[in-house]
């Protein structure tokens, strides 16, 4: 009775995460730069692909473009609003050139040539309350994102062809209200204008965006409150997104450690119950891995929470006691004979580039980096992935953690002492400890680690488990 008591509730489980996997959901993202008639924007598109990798990865269908004309856009737009129709979820994604012209926003093609407000209103540009209401209209959840908030470079020639009544035309995009069952969520305040970033990168934004609206277990509104602080800071108080949200209830775009729990109810709060186990699948591990280098309590407390008897409990309650505590006596000792300038000194762009890094110095920069605990790809290129590791390992030693180097801090990351990589008699061992190690048992093997495990893992792993059972039973 016991085993068909456990085999239901693994069936249970096996039916909750499809129904999980099971919401349809659709996005569109298109990013414009190579505008032909005003200024280029060098990172709308690279925004934009990025954006469609992250939601692909949590399981939307993305209708992607980059560069498009009004005909383009159109398409897009047409093949969009018919995917969309009955969605559970319907994202739309826009980074760009807007502009605001008598409290109306409106999306520009590359392609754009307006010298009047007439342009703007018969065709030349995209409005955009028009477009989200046709094309996503009865999704059950809309999501708006749009980096698009830059001066209205059309202004001056519409401003002088409206000589003979006034026309307001706006810098930024101009105050949307959001529908029941959506939010909008834009780069900055209503009128003002946001950073597209340094080139070649993504905007501060789409950046805050891609590391915080997928996170495992976040709900998407906990998760703006986290872009407009990590856009507020990165920018230094220059940039702070703005929203509105109208959402009837809660929207999670990851919500992997739920999956964790079987047919647990959930608390009066509503919040994620808590996991029972700390299974070693690769829900558990990618959402230590979202956290494990964390300096905030709270998303390590939400990990414990997640994970009560999970398998990395200890080192989430160490990490807690070691921010508690500041930096530890090994840090302190590090610091010791360091310049004091290092401490206070800010470093940015122009402070790296007065150094003359060399990729080959640059790619020294990350093995050391990696080397002492701050894992980084060592391709030579400071990446995003590179500045949040800088951050880290500053923030480790005490310094402004800012993601870009100075000289002091240059000074002080070559004058620690890395750890040697293992040499090939290292290797030999670890090779020779697996050849002797005992034959794997007949339990069956964790699914493969994903950024997002979808139906095919989650439908694997169960299945595994309810098959090595059912054999169990059959033996006995």
């Known amino acids: 009775m016991r085993y068909l008591t456990l085999l239901a509730s693994l069936m249970c489980m096996a039916l909750s995460i499809s129904a999980a996997k099971a919401d349809r959901r659709v996005a569109f993202v298109v990013g414009n730069g190579s505008y032909k008639n005003v200024a280029q924007l060098p990172n709308p598109p690279i925004d934009a692909k990025a954006m469609a990798a992250t939601l692909r990865n949590v399981g939307f269908e993305v209708i992607e473009g980059s560069n498009l004309s009004r005909d383009q856009m159109t398409e897009k737009l047409l093949d969009f609003g018919r995917k969309a129709q009955g969605s559970d979820i319907a994202l739309f994604y826009y980074a760009g050139h807007g502009i605001a012209v008598s409290g109306t926003n409106y999306l520009l093609p590359v392609d754009a040539d307006i010298k009047s407000e007439m342009d703007v209103k018969l065709g030349a540009a995209i409005n955009i309350d028009l477009t989200l209401e046709q094309t996503m209209g009865d999704a059950k959840v809309k999501l708006?994102?749009?980096?698009?908030?830059?001066?209205?470079?059309?202004?001056?020639?519409?401003?002088s062809?409206?000589?003979?009544r006034s026309v307001n035309v706006q810098s930024g995009l101009a105050e949307m209200k959001s529908g029941e069952g959506t939010l909008i969520a834009f780069a900055t305040g209503p009128g003002q204008t946001a950073l597209d970033g340094q080139e070649g990168n993504n905007s501060p934004f789409t950046r805050a965006l891609i590391d915080n609206i997928t996170k495992p277990g976040v709900e998407i509104q906990q998760a703006m409150t986290s872009v407009r602080a990590q856009v507020n800071e990165e920018t230094r108080?220059?940039?702070?997104?703005?929203?509105?949200?109208?959402?009837?209830?809660?929207v999670y775009l990851n919500q992997a450690p739920a999956t964790q729990v079987a047919i647990a109810a959930p608390t009066a709060a509503g919040t994620v119950p808590a996991a029972t186990g700390g299974g070693s699948d690769g829900v558990e591990l990618e959402y230590w891995r979202s956290v494990k280098e964390s300096?905030?309590?709270?998303?390590?407390?939400?990990?414990?929470?997640?994970?009560?008897?999970?398998?990395?409990?200890?080192?989430?309650?160490?990490?807690?006691?070691?921010?508690?505590?500041g930096p530890s006596t090994a840090t302190r000792t590090l610091n010791a004979g360091i310049d004091p300038a290092t401490f206070t000194d800010e470093a940015t762009q122009l402070t790296e580039d007065q150094i003359g890094l060399d990729k080959n110095q640059r790619r020294d920069v990350q093995r050391r980096l990696t080397g002492l605990g701050f894992d980084t790809k060592q391709t030579g290129v400071f990446s995003d992935e590179t500045r949040s590791v800088l951050k880290r390992w500053q923030a480790a030693r005490g310094y402004p953690s800012s993601g870009y180097l100075n000289k002091h801090q240059h000074k002080a990351l070559l004058s620690e002492i890395v750890a040697a990589p293992p040499t090939a008699s290292d290797n030999g061992q670890k090779a020779a400890r697996r050849a002797s190690a005992p034959p794997p048992s007949s339990a069956p093997a964790p699914a493969p680690q994903r950024s997002n495990p979808g139906d095919a893992a989650g439908a694997a792993f169960v299945g595994g488990v309810v098959g090595g059972m059912m054999g169990g039973m059959f033996r006995r």
């Open 161 to 164: 062809n409206s000589a003979t």
């Open 237 to 250: 108080k220059g940039q702070l997104p703005w929203g509105h949200t109208n959402l009837t209830g809660s």
């Open 295 to 325: 300096n905030k309590p709270e998303e390590l407390n939400a990990y414990l929470a997640a994970y009560p008897n999970g398998q990395f409990k200890a080192l989430a309650l160490a990490r807690l006691a070691a921010i508690k505590s």
């Open 144 to 159: 708006v994102f749009l980096d698009a908030c830059r001066d209205n470079p059309f202004a001056a020639k519409i401003k």
